[in-house]
């Protein structure tokens, strides 16, 4: 009887894991459970707002619809408005600019240059003007100095006359010495005024004397004779200068 009891408790025991393990295997959810559990399907927020406000059932949905074409095409316009007025505008505008610009550059070379230019003739305009007035002068001289010789030729000629005793033939080339010295006389005084009215008063003085004092006549031609040889040497340094 004993024998009978402890293999009854032995036959307990082995069966106690036993059914654990079947526990365990009936928890463990099979593959087929786990790919009959539902699955969340549903589209996203933005997805479902975007079908709420794009629904054709819905007035909404058709007005958004309808304003979101023309939208469309107002943007559409509105670009092609944009890049027309480039290409027709202001890309031709901007070339000509960039083409003013080149030219104004090339205009204010050549201008500076032109300034350049005329500064240089101005520069020789002034010399030149400075020589023609020198030369206009010193023919003012010299015409003064060829008149003065004449004058001393007619004056040394009417010394010769009175030491030959033809005073009619020295009272002439006195009167032509006269004549010569009047015409002369303008640009002598420019030349030398002291000196040129002396030669004026000595000439009267020979021939107011010349009437009446052969002798101081004479004397005064010599002293004149030396005059019109210093003045001679005036005009000739003015020429010369």
């Given at each position: 009887?004993?024998?009978n009891?402890?293999?009854?408790?032995?036959?307990?025991?082995?069966?106690?894991?036993l059914?654990?393990?079947?526990?365990?295997?009936?928890?463990?959810?099979?593959?087929e459970e786990e790919q009959?559990?539902?699955?969340?399907?549903?589209?996203?927020?933005?997805?479902r707002?975007m079908?709420?406000?794009?629904?054709?059932?819905?007035?909404?949905?058709?007005f958004?619809k309808?304003?979101?074409?023309?939208?469309?095409?107002?943007?559409?316009?509105f670009?092609?408005?944009?890049l027309?007025?480039?290409?027709?505008?202001?890309?031709?505008?901007?070339?000509?600019?960039v083409?003013?610009?080149?030219?104004?550059?090339s205009?204010?070379?050549?201008?500076?240059?032109?300034?350049?230019?005329?500064?240089?003739?101005?520069?020789?305009?002034?010399?030149?003007?400075?020589?023609?007035d020198d030369?206009?002068?010193?023919?003012?001289?010299?015409?003064?100095?060829?008149e003065?010789?004449?004058?001393?030729?007619?004056?040394?000629?009417?010394?010769m006359?009175?030491?030959?005793?033809?005073?009619?033939?020295?009272?002439?080339?006195?009167?032509?010495?006269?004549?010569?010295?009047?015409?002369?006389?303008?640009?002598?005084?420019?030349?030398?005024?002291?000196?040129?009215?002396?030669?004026?008063?000595?000439?009267?003085l020979v021939?107011?004397?010349f009437?009446?004092?052969?002798?101081?006549?004479?004397?005064?031609l010599?002293?004149?004779v030396?005059?019109?040889?210093?003045?001679?040497?005036?005009?000739?340094?003015?020429?010369d200068?």
């Amino acid at each position: 009887m004993d024998e009978n009891v402890i293999s009854t408790e032995q036959n307990d025991e082995n069966q106690e894991p036993l059914e654990t393990a079947a526990e365990v295997v009936e928890a463990v959810p099979s593959g087929e459970e786990e790919q009959s559990q539902p699955v969340d399907k549903r589209p996203g927020w933005l997805k479902r707002f975007m079908a709420f406000l794009f629904n054709e059932d819905t007035r909404l949905g058709r007005f958004n619809k309808s304003f979101l074409r023309l939208l469309v095409i107002i943007i559409a316009l509105f670009a092609t408005g944009v890049l027309v007025a480039y290409f027709v505008l202001y890309q031709p505008v901007k070339n000509q600019l960039v083409s003013t610009t080149e030219t104004l550059r090339s205009t204010t070379v050549q201008l500076n240059d032109t300034v350049s230019t005329l500064e240089e003739v101005d520069a020789a305009l002034t010399d030149m003007t400075t020589a023609y007035d020198d030369l206009v002068e010193d023919y003012a001289y010299a015409t003064a100095q060829n008149e003065l010789l004449r004058i001393y030729g007619m004056v040394v000629d009417a010394q010769m006359y009175i030491q030959s005793k033809n005073y009619i033939e020295a009272k002439k080339k006195l009167a032509s010495a006269r004549n010569v010295l009047d015409v002369a006389l303008p640009e002598l005084r420019k030349a030398n005024k002291a000196d040129a009215e002396r030669l004026d008063t000595r000439l009267d003085l020979v021939i107011s004397e010349f009437g009446n004092d052969v002798k101081a006549a004479e004397s005064d031609l010599d002293v004149m004779v030396d005059w019109v040889l210093e003045f001679d040497k005036l005009l000739q340094g003015l020429i010369d200068k």
